[in-house]
């Protein structure tokens, strides 16, 4: 069954540090991938996504994700973070073909960032 | 308007009550999609919905729940006899490529 496995569940980080958050997913076939975010009290919102070309995306304030095919990850990093990235991440993943475009999602990575 | 709108913002009802969820998608995107997000798991999917083609109902949790969208725009999810197991976010995407959501309606069923 496909699945997505955020490995981090919950991450304290202190202002300025680097960030890593794992996702791991396991789909058959081509796949879109995606990192959403949820700010307290705030709707999702798309924080980047590969489609195809190059591996390495880079997204919204500073994020970016390394799609690695051999190891089925799409690992979210930020080198520098600030307290307003406190927020909560999941990892989503859909097939790339066909119509039903339907996201597998992540259990999600609480991170907060003290400052 | 700009982005995806949904609702009510809170439901608060009784057990075996039924609820009527409301989302207004972007304009022009084809796709329409129901997930729920329960407290400490992630988001599930419910139901999909493109153009005029019969929709995905594979992810709704059982005949209590079910969903339309009347004119390829406006959707409603409808769930009947409400159980508290059914208390949790409700999210609508629309997409025409990628999902964008909406800020969800929170049901609490007493």
């Known amino acids: 069954a496909q699945s997505v496995s955020q490995h981090n569940h919950h991450v304290i980080l202190s202002e300025a540090a680097s960030l890593e958050l794992g996702c791991n997913y396991s789909y058959g076939g081509t796949v879109n991938l995606f990192w959403y975010v949820q700010y307290p009290g705030q709707h999702l919102q798309l924080l980047l996504k590969?489609?195809?070309?190059d591996p390495l995306v880079k997204g919204i304030k500073g994020f970016e994700a390394e799609f690695i095919k051999s190891k089925f990850s799409f690992n979210l990093r930020k080198p520098s973070v600030q307290w307003s990235d406190t927020a909560e991440y999941f990892c989503?993943?859909?097939?790339?073909?066909?119509?039903?475009?339907?996201?597998?999602w992540g259990l999600g990575t609480s991170l907060a960032v003290n400052p | 308007g700009a982005g995806v709108s949904q609702s009510p913002s809170n439901k608060v009802t009784e057990k075996g009550k039924d609820v009527e969820l409301r989302c207004d998608p972007i304009?022009?995107?084809?796709?329409l999609y129901w997930y729920r997000q329960s407290l400490g798991q992630g988001l599930e999917f419910l139901i999909y919905f493109q153009g005029n083609s019969a929709p995905d109902k594979s992810g709704l949790p059982s005949d209590r729940f079910s969903a339309e969208r009347t004119g390829g725009s406006v959707s409603t999810l409808t769930i009947q006899r409400t159980q508290q197991e059914d208390s949790a976010v409700y999210l609508c995407a629309s997409s025409s490529g990628t999902q964008y959501f909406g800020p969800g309606t929170r049901l609490l069923v007493l």
């Open positions: 590969y489609f195809s070309g």
């Open positions: 989503a993943v859909n097939l790339a073909a066909g119509n039903n475009r339907k996201l597998i």
């Open positions: 304009s022009g995107h084809t796709a």
